[in-house]
């Protein structure tokens, strides 16, 4: 083993430490996620249809699966955004109305440390794994179910891993996750005005586990799984013209994730990979907003899905790389709970990808859509004054993603 003179030491760990406080301070502004998971970490690992837990190979592996840290060698810094754009279309008894489809930046970022020759590697990230934000018009149908409703699930994640043989590495690591919410619905009992909100916030820990297996060079296998958390969220619950600042508090669950994937590399110019994500929704059922004044129930009973991801890579020469992907996620929200707040349906994702990688730097670019088609609601809840979310929906997603890294 060759020794890490001193003065290597101290540039690396005065790196990390100058990173790890850039992404503390930069985490604050962080905007909110769309959707519920959002499972797009990379642009590399985008552009491959997020088929990468066999393949994590660059630091977004804190997040996709930890232990391949090991493949990395000295201190790598990498940025991304994830810049999304959610349309849903509405058509129903009550009118059209079209959810707001701005774009939303969706920014992380990873370090991780792998010293030369030696088995441990370590890493850091700051990213969300989950969050929500939708908005309707205060003129639309939907308003008594959905008005600006944001979700932001923010994490911190400290992993480590270790090569246990040069074929297999395994890592793992805790988080911390601060989750802020503002939900908000008109009720149009006394007035069109009236108006239901709940702004709470707070904080769990969790942990996450990766496996990597390469047998033989042509063929890679990685296990990822995240565990789920519980979040006591505290804030204040208003119901207007009734009361307002009232203390409220609710109790969200937030599902555990795994994953499972296969890399064959024929060549080592080609890579194809594919993925079965599963995310629990199981455990979301009814979440009940507590205040002094009645609890407000809102009923969620979703269920368990998959996400299919197809990805394949082409490593040309001069460092470049180009990709292209498939990913199919199934729909987690019954007609009997269905909420605008969440425009969700079965997705197919197209994506393409690019990017440029040389012995310091590497960048990438991807692209994906996902039509999510019509979808047709039937027995969803009334809201207080009669009214339901029933109708035909066209949701559809379109996103960037870009991703710098340095290593030094």
């Given at each position: 083993m060759?020794?890490v003179?001193h003065?290597?030491?101290s540039?690396?760990?005065?790196?990390?430490?100058?990173?790890?406080?850039?992404?503390?301070?930069a985490?604050?502004?962080l905007?909110?996620?769309?959707g519920?998971?959002?499972?797009?970490?990379d642009?590399?690992?985008?552009?491959?249809?997020?088929?990468?837990v066999a393949?994590?190979?660059?630091?977004?592996?804190?997040?996709?699966?930890?232990?391949g840290?090991?493949?990395?060698?000295?201190?790598?810094?990498?940025?991304?955004?994830?810049?999304?754009?959610?349309?849903s279309?509405?058509?129903?008894?009550?009118g059209?109305?079209?959810m707001?489809?701005?774009?939303?930046?969706?920014?992380?970022?990873?370090?991780?440390?792998?010293?030369?020759?030696?088995?441990w590697?370590?890493?850091?990230g700051?990213?969300?794994?989950?969050?929500?934000?939708?908005e309707?018009?205060?003129?639309s149908?939907?308003?008594?179910?959905?008005?600006?409703?944001?979700?932001?699930?923010l994490?911190?994640?400290?992993?480590?891993?270790y090569q246990?043989s040069?074929?297999?590495?395994?890592g793992?690591?805790?988080?911390?996750?601060h989750?802020?919410?503002?939900?908000?619905?008109?009720l149009?009992v006394?007035?069109p005005?009236?108006?239901?909100?709940?702004?709470?916030k707070?904080d769990?820990?969790?942990?996450?586990?990766?496996v990597?297996?390469?047998p033989?060079?042509?063929?890679?296998?990685?296990?990822?799984?995240?565990?789920?958390?519980?979040v006591n969220?505290?804030?204040?619950?208003?119901t207007?013209?009734?009361i307002?600042g009232e203390?409220?508090?609710?109790?969200?669950?937030?599902?555990?994730?795994?994953?499972?994937g296969?890399?064959?590399?024929?060549?080592?110019?080609?890579?194809?990979?594919?993925?079965?994500?599963?995310?629990?929704w199981d455990r979301?059922?009814?979440?009940?907003i507590?205040?002094?004044?009645?609890?407000?129930?809102?009923?969620f009973?979703?269920?368990?899905?998959?996400?299919y991801?197809?990805?394949?890579t082409?490593?040309?020469?001069?460092?470049?790389?180009v990709?292209?992907?498939?990913?199919?996620t199934?729909?987690?929200?019954?007609d009997?709970?269905?909420?605008?707040?969440v425009?969700?349906?079965?997705?197919?994702?197209?994506?393409?990808?690019?990017g440029?990688?040389?012995d310091?730097?590497?960048a990438?670019?991807?692209?994906?859509?996902?039509?999510?088609?019509t979808?047709?609601?039937?027995?969803?809840?009334?809201?207080?004054?009669?009214?339901?979310a029933?109708?035909?929906?066209?949701?559809s997603i379109?996103?960037?993603?870009?991703s710098?890294?340095?290593?030094?």
């Amino acid at each position: 083993m060759n020794p890490v003179t001193h003065a290597t030491r101290s540039q690396h760990f005065s790196a990390l430490a100058s990173a790890l406080a850039w992404l503390a301070l930069a985490a604050a502004p962080l905007a909110s996620a769309s959707g519920t998971r959002v499972g797009f970490k990379d642009a590399f690992a985008m552009g491959r249809g997020n088929a990468f837990v066999a393949t994590a190979d660059n630091p977004s592996a804190i997040y996709y699966n930890p232990a391949g840290l090991t493949q990395l060698k000295g201190l790598h810094i990498s940025a991304s955004d994830y810049a999304v754009a959610l349309t849903s279309k509405y058509a129903g008894a009550g009118g059209t109305a079209a959810m707001d489809d701005r774009y939303q930046s969706v920014p992380q970022f990873f370090t991780a440390w792998h010293p030369e020759n030696e088995p441990w590697a370590y890493g850091f990230g700051v990213y969300a794994p989950f969050g929500l934000s939708t908005e309707w018009a205060d003129s639309s149908p939907l308003r008594t179910f959905a008005l600006k409703n944001q979700q932001t699930y923010l994490t911190f994640n400290f992993v480590t891993a270790y090569q246990l043989s040069p074929t297999l590495s395994v890592g793992g690591g805790v988080s911390y996750n601060h989750v802020t919410t503002d939900l908000q619905r008109r009720l149009g009992v006394f007035s069109p005005t009236d108006l239901f909100r709940f702004k709470g916030k707070g904080d769990a820990f969790g942990f996450n586990l990766g496996v990597l297996w390469q047998p033989i060079k042509e063929h890679s296998f990685g296990v990822s799984y995240t565990h789920h958390t519980r979040v006591n969220l505290k804030g204040t619950a208003d119901t207007i013209p009734l009361i307002a600042g009232e203390a409220g508090s609710a109790q969200f669950d937030f599902p555990e994730v795994l994953i499972l994937g296969y890399s064959y590399r024929p060549t080592p110019e080609w890579n194809f990979e594919v993925n079965l994500d599963w995310t629990n929704w199981d455990r979301v059922k009814t979440v009940v907003i507590n205040k002094a004044s009645g609890n407000v129930p809102l009923a969620f009973n979703w269920e368990s899905g998959c996400f299919y991801e197809v990805g394949l890579t082409r490593y040309l020469t001069g460092g470049w790389n180009v990709s292209a992907g498939y990913l199919y996620t199934e729909n987690s929200t019954p007609d009997a709970t269905y909420t605008p707040a969440v425009p969700d349906s079965n997705r197919s994702f197209y994506s393409l990808g690019a990017g440029y990688a040389n012995d310091r730097y590497s960048a990438n670019l991807a692209w994906h859509y996902a039509n999510g088609g019509t979808r047709a609601v039937r027995g969803s809840p009334p809201s207080l004054i009669g009214a339901t979310a029933d109708g035909t929906y066209q949701n559809s997603i379109n996103a960037l993603a870009v991703s710098i890294a340095v290593r030094f």
